[in-house]
């Protein structure tokens, strides 16, 4: 089973609609981050927890919000999709004394018409 | 952190050595240089770190110079299966509440 899991795989949603992202890991890891990546691009950072009880905005937080359910939880929510926001998603955990050695789950594809 | 720069892409015959160089002048007294392979559809995977000198895996080979402005990946004999994206990083290790930046990393393109 993968470490790092991501719910949808994919997902292809219209303007305005709230999209949930999940991700769930198995690593014991305490700190949780998501990114964005579109073409050519390189990968952005949203928003990353490093423990239940913090939360911190990364390079583009608009339009995104975040909750950590549990320390294996972190889902990513789009209140009102937009279609800029298509672009692939990635979770990612590091442990909190190796924050430059992350895993990465399989990313979502998110299409927004 | 620290700004690198690297090249966008690169193409490779299948066999051949592949040296990928990352500068980083700006590198401050405390930050490591990681590697991170990201394939085609996944996320990027860590492939390797380093301080100074040389540092070999499993996987590939980084060498850093004295002045440590700059890195270079190497990547023997190169398959098809390393084509990918790989993305130069530079910060302090462990860095606690320092989140990582990923620039646009370099495509490696294996030919047959």
């Known amino acids: 089973d993968a470490d790092v899991t991501q719910t949808p795989r994919n997902r292809i949603t219209k303007t305005g609609k709230r999209i949930m992202l999940e991700c769930s890991q198995t690593k014991g890891h305490d700190r949780m981050y998501w990114y964005r990546q579109d073409p050519g691009l390189g990968l952005r950072l949203i928003y990353y927890s490093f423990d239940v009880k913090d939360i911190n905005k990364g390079e583009i937080s608009d339009g995104y919000s975040v909750s950590r359910q549990a320390q294996a939880k972190f889902s990513l929510s789009l209140e009102s999709a937009i279609p800029n926001q298509t672009a692939l998603y990635f979770c990612?955990?590091?442990?909190?004394?190796?924050?430059?050695?992350?895993?990465f789950g399989p990313g979502t594809r998110l299409t927004v018409l | 952190l620290a700004k690198t720069t690297q090249p966008i892409s690169m193409d490779s015959y299948e066999g051949q050595e592949v040296n990928i160089t990352c500068s980083h002048n700006?590198?401050?007294?405390?930050?490591?240089i990681t590697w991170y392979q990201q394939f085609p559809s996944q996320g990027p995977r860590f492939i390797i770190q380093?301080?100074?000198t040389k540092v070999t895996n499993e996987v590939a080979s980084l060498f850093i110079p004295a002045d440590r402005k700059s890195s270079t990946l190497s990547l023997p004999r190169v398959s098809l299966s390393d084509t990918a994206v790989y993305y130069c990083l530079v910060g302090v290790r462990n860095s606690g509440n320092t989140p990582l930046v990923f620039g646009k990393g370099t495509r490696l393109s294996v030919i047959a």
């Open positions: 380093g301080y100074k």
């Open positions: 990612a955990t590091s442990r909190p004394a190796s924050t430059d050695t992350q895993y």
């Open positions: 700006n590198i401050a007294t405390n930050d490591y």
